[in-house]
């Protein structure tokens, strides 16, 4: 099956009016977060990002399958010398929509350089917010199983006291289930922290995320033929790993240049053009 790619420009509030319900199978985005990115997305501020995001994130409800899920990279700022809550706030409107916010993954970024601020320190990491429309939903673990590594061996092959009681646990998840279990796997479950070097060359966006990051939950999250959707996609990071992964994939932007370098750096030729005025008829 040849794998698609459709390139939009406009604004994703009104651009996924388009979609059809249900037919989305991974959503996995970073919008701009608040006060950054003034220069080119004009920046929005933490006290009307909330509103600014939920007419945008309803669609997104909308168009998800309903075993798909929406993978959300999003961070707070600091204001005033105190965090941001708006993050926190979307989350909890999200729920009101009809969101399951189903996991918290947290992007350690290895390569952050050092840093200090009269009460705080260099932020070296990021959320990745996992939203669902229902409980069950398409996962496919094995896919990002890790080598073992040498913990076994120190860790697993004289177990403690302690450990042997966590043994007997009935809990059902992580070690309270029988340790001698991972004593010999190849490979283990990762955690939901992942240590990923950031982008060190930033010239086609000045937010670009690392390849492996969509990669990683594309993985977990899809199969080959399965669609890909981010609707602020920038560079076009999270479409060119799809694509790469044999998904189809769909990129909204509103900034003709990103839309542009995209389809270049694609070359596709089977794309749609949005333009809000064309549509309503005001052009």
């Not at 004593?183 to 982008?199: C, F, I, Q």
């Not at 930033?202 to 390849?211: D, G, L, R, V």
């Not at 990683?216 to 799809?242: E, R």
Request: proline share 6%; glycine share 6%; charged share 30%.
């Amino acid at each position: 099956m040849e794998i698609k790619t459709d390139l939009y420009l406009g604004d994703s509030k009104e651009v996924l009016k388009q979609f059809p319900d249900n037919s989305v199978d991974l959503i996995f985005t970073s919008p701009p977060y608040a006060d950054q990115r003034k220069k080119t997305y004009g920046g929005i501020s933490p006290e009307k990002y909330v509103e600014w995001f939920l007419p945008i994130s309803e669609q997104l409800f909308r168009i998800l399958k309903p075993d798909g899920t929406f993978v959300l990279n999003i961070k707070e700022k600091v204001v005033n010398g105190e965090r941001s809550t708006y993050v926190l706030e979307l989350i909890l409107e999200m729920r009101k929509q009809g969101w399951l916010w189903t996991e918290e993954f947290i992007w350690h970024k290895k390569n952050s350089y050092p840093g200090k601020w009269p009460n705080r320190f260099r932020d070296s990491w990021e959320r990745l917010l996992q939203f669902n429309k229902s409980r069950k939903f398409n996962m496919y673990q094995e896919a990002v199983m890790v080598p073992r590594g040498d913990w076994a061996q120190k860790r697993l092959s004289k177990l403690s006291e302690t450990d042997r009681k966590r043994d007997e646990s009935k809990v059902g998840s992580g070690f309270g289930k029988n340790i001698s279990n991972w004593l010999n796997r190849e490979k283990v479950y990762p955690t939901n922290v992942l240590h990923m070097a950031t982008e060190c060359n930033n010239k086609n966006h000045s937010a670009a995320f690392p390849e492996s990051l969509p990669e990683w939950f594309i993985k977990l999250f899809t199969k080959p033929n399965d669609v890909v959707l981010d609707p602020f996609m920038g560079s076009g990071t999270t479409n060119v790993v799809a694509n790469k992964m044999h998904r189809n994939s769909i990129g909204i932007d509103i900034l003709p240049e990103y839309y542009h370098m995209v389809r270049q750096k694609m070359a596709v030729t089977d794309y749609v053009l949005f333009d809000p005025l064309v549509e309503d008829g005001n052009a």
